[in-house]
């Protein structure tokens, strides 16, 4: 009986402990994703992503009538970098006003995605269109309300952000299509002018193998 209790105890002891544990890795996750939803926030007010959502927007139909194509033709199928290395061009050296834009875009893009640690950044303009994205994916130029994403994961969210009077969308990780199936987790928020109007939406795939590590 008393070795019966001894085990009985160190049982409970045990799963007290586990407990803890998985409790303090719930508590580490909850404060990160809340400092990824204030770093994005902050960078949704940020000047220079509003005059970009806005720029790009226009720019993005100043070049042809197919834009989709034409941006993925630039930024993915002629770009010369491998997969998951497209986002080291800043400029497709066409002359066009959007690669302009795009290029000092990009080079402030990427010290931001440098020091957050983000998988992917991206600009969805009120129309749905993915008028920016960091890594250079199939979603990139594609229509998040009629294109061929538009029941994917950013698609969600990206719609949850443009609705939202406030607050910021969230996706859990799951497989993702442009990312070669790949799990990916999303957080958007949206943009707005300077009379308060939301002109879109800024995204964010979440930083993976972080979340993996504290889990």
Do not use: C
Request: proline share 4%.
């Amino acid at each position: 009986p008393a070795y019966r209790s001894s085990q009985a105890s160190l049982t409970t002891e045990i799963q007290s402990r586990l407990d803890a544990v998985v409790a303090s890795k719930r508590e580490a996750v909850m404060d990160y994703l809340q400092s990824l939803r204030v770093d994005l926030e902050l960078l949704s007010g940020n000047p220079t992503v509003t005059t970009a959502v806005i720029d790009l927007s226009k720019a993005f139909w100043l070049d042809s009538a197919r834009p989709e194509k034409w941006a993925q033709g630039l930024y993915i199928d002629k770009n010369p970098n491998a997969a998951g290395e497209k986002h080291k061009l800043d400029d497709a050296g066409d002359g066009s006003v959007y690669s302009n834009m795009h290029a000092a875009f990009h080079r402030w893009v990427r010290q931001v995605v440098g020091a957050q640690g983000f998988n992917a950044l991206f600009l969805v303009a009120a129309e749905g269109n993915v008028v920016y994205s960091y890594a250079k994916e199939r979603d990139f130029a594609s229509n998040l309300l009629s294109g061929k994403f538009k029941d994917s994961a950013l698609a969600r969210v990206a719609g949850q952000a443009r609705g939202a009077k406030e607050g910021t969308g969230f996706a859990p990780l799951a497989a993702y299509a442009p990312s070669g199936g790949q799990p990916a987790s999303f957080l958007a928020t949206p943009v707005r002018d300077a009379s308060g109007k939301t002109i879109g939406a800024i995204a964010i795939q979440m930083p993976t193998a972080r979340l993996n590590a504290m889990v």
